[in-house]
């Protein structure tokens, strides 16, 4: 290959991730050891599982408890769990749709309390001022089709499912009874249908 | 009057209680303060509220944590609410009797995760091993009458009724949209109702 005057070929040296990408790249490769270890985790295991040395962690994030919250965050993210409700067919019938959202929830719920226990989070998990509306906004496209036999507004629906899949979801709670979705699918199904028997 | 020989008229000196019933008196008198301030509660609160010097109440329960135990359980003690269950009218309408089962559940735990909150109870509230059966007895008993109308076993809507009083009751939960027991009722009632539409 002829260089026009001026270039020659020189061997490019690996350059570094910008910092963002290489933060980002780091809560990947640790996320699985996070969601099992929680605060609990050690640097060695950070380090071992994102396949970097431990002192190229600490200036990525500054320092440990930096990681933590930023992996704490990546956890509960809701994205994952929306895009799930988002690809439930829209033909299901109405109580089985009912019951998928239900189990989706109660895995859900189940995620977002182990992952608080194991971060030891105390109190309720940390609220985003959108959640509602983003939650309410899935479910009406989820059960526009089922509108016509309801016998409360949708948004009262999606509450309601919301409800027991909570309840559900509380392990000691659930010591006596554990209650089974497609269920609970039921008793709201019936529960909400348009003219009260 | 005229005495038989051998008997005197003498003025009785107050005899101390035995140490179960000064026990009892003195938590009797504190449980008030105990419910207001939980595990905060001063000596001196507790010895004002028992209307004694605070000597008397260390030597009646051994020491402070002793007699916040004991008064723990009685706050905690299910007596009450049961004695308030078993009042409500048997003959009182199906979807009335739910929402009143339902509202009494409701001031119960809320009631409960006050006082473990006060008490800095960690995890759920200490569970005694008869609780299941003794609010299926209850509820058995007070939807007896409205079993012909019933799709499924008394037992089952006494645990649907449970599941949700329960997420209905925890505050932070009920953020984005409270219930209201009447409405609960009318799922529940239409949800459990025979031969499913």
């Known amino acids: 290959m002829q260089l026009p005057a001026g270039f020659a070929v020189v061997r490019e040296r690996a350059r570094p991730l910008?910092?963002?990408d290489r933060r980002e790249a780091i809560l990947d490769a640790v996320l699985p050891v996070l969601?099992?270890?929680?605060?609990d985790v050690t640097s060695r295991e950070l380090a071992e599982a994102?396949?970097?040395?431990?002192g190229t962690i600490f200036r990525a994030f500054g320092d440990k408890d930096s990681l933590l919250d930023a992996g704490l965050q990546r956890l509960l993210d809701p994205a994952p769990f929306r895009g799930e409700l988002r690809r439930?067919?829209?033909d299901l019938p109405f109580e089985d749709k009912l019951a998928v959202i239900i189990e989706a929830l109660r895995v859900r719920f189940g995620d977002v309390?182990?992952?608080m226990r194991l971060f030891q989070v105390e109190g309720p998990p940390p609220r985003r001022a959108q959640?509602?509306?983003?939650w309410l906004e899935i479910v009406r496209?989820?059960?526009e089709p089922d509108a016509a036999r309801l016998?409360?507004?949708i948004d009262t629906v999606a509450w309601y499912l919301r409800l027991v899949a909570f309840g559900a979801s509380i392990e000691p709670f659930n010591h006596f009874r554990p209650f089974d979705s497609a269920e609970l699918a039921t008793v709201i199904a019936h529960g909400v249908a348009v003219a009260p028997r």
């Open 18 to 20: 910008p910092p963002d």
């Open 88 to 90: 439930i067919p829209h």
């Open 151 to 153: 016998g409360v507004p």
């Open 113 to 115: 309390f182990q992952i």
């Open 50 to 54: 994102a396949g970097v040395a431990e």
């Open 35 to 39: 969601r099992e270890r929680g605060r």
């Open 131 to 134: 959640a509602g509306e983003d």
């Open 141 to 143: 496209e989820l059960l």
